[in-house]
């Protein structure tokens, strides 16, 4: 269902750029790829996805935090920053990495001074292409607190884990 939700947020925006939804639609949906002349009649792009309403709910921000879906691998925390900058005071850009291997994992966040700049940068920036991958930005949602590890109750009380493995490979 997240996948459907996505697509139709990418036709949705891509409807309102300059070229016409019927390329869009020929280049998704078309079963002939050699014909190069647009429909006489493009079809509406709610007569093809359906009705808008799942795509005009998106959830309200209740932080200037955002969570950026979708990035490439060769993304880093300046080209993020850059690309966000223009729609307010960008107070931190961070790219997610692995901790062993140092590369990207393919999302990130950008926090804004208030509310109104990262709804302009959510309108602005939602399924856009950066890198040559179309991104996908949303509300962040708190961070959910890890559990405290538990005690190990099979040690004993020196200090020592007994082993349960039984037989040998010899």
Same mark, same amino acid.
């Given at each position: 269902?997240?996948?459907?939700?996505? +697509?139709?947020?990418?036709?949705?925006?891509?409807?309102?750029? =300059?070229?016409?939804?019927?390329?869009?639609?020929?280049?998704?949906?078309?079963? =002939?790829?050699?014909? =190069?002349? #647009?429909?006489?009649?493009?079809?509406?792009?709610?007569?093809?996805?359906?009705?808008?309403?799942?795509?005009?709910?998106?959830?309200? +921000?209740?932080?200037?935090?955002?969570?950026?879906?979708?990035?490439?691998?060769?993304?880093?925390?300046? !080209? $993020? !920053?850059?690309?966000?900058?223009?729609?307010?005071?960008?107070?931190?850009?961070?790219?997610?990495?692995?901790?062993?291997?140092?590369?990207? !994992?393919?999302?990130?966040?950008?926090?804004?001074?208030? $509310?109104?700049?990262?709804?302009?940068?959510?309108?602005?920036?939602?399924?856009?292409? +950066?890198?040559?991958?179309?991104?996908?930005?949303?509300?962040?949602?708190?961070?959910?607190? !890890? #559990?405290? #590890?538990? #005690?190990?109750?099979? =040690?004993?009380?020196?200090?020592?884990?007994?082993?349960?493995?039984?037989?040998?490979?010899?």
């Amino acid at each position: 269902m997240a996948l459907s939700s996505q +697509l139709r947020r990418l036709l949705r925006s891509s409807a309102s750029v =300059s070229s016409p939804p019927s390329s869009i639609l020929r280049a998704t949906f078309c079963s =002939s790829p050699s014909s =190069s002349a #647009p429909a006489p009649n493009p079809p509406h792009l709610s007569s093809i996805i359906g009705d808008d309403t799942e795509v005009s709910n998106v959830p309200p +921000l209740t932080t200037p935090k955002l969570f950026i879906s979708g990035l490439s691998r060769l993304t880093t925390d300046e !080209k $993020l !920053k850059n690309t966000f900058a223009p729609f307010g005071q960008l107070l931190e850009a961070k790219v997610i990495a692995d901790r062993i291997s140092g590369r990207s !994992k393919g999302f990130g966040f950008v926090r804004y001074a208030t $509310l109104e700049e990262a709804e302009n940068a959510r309108q602005g920036m939602n399924a856009k292409f +950066l890198d040559g991958w179309v991104i996908f930005v949303d509300p962040a949602k708190p961070r959910q607190q !890890k #559990p405290a #590890p538990q #005690p190990d109750t099979d =040690s004993s009380h020196t200090g020592f884990t007994s082993n349960k493995t039984v037989g040998w490979c010899g």
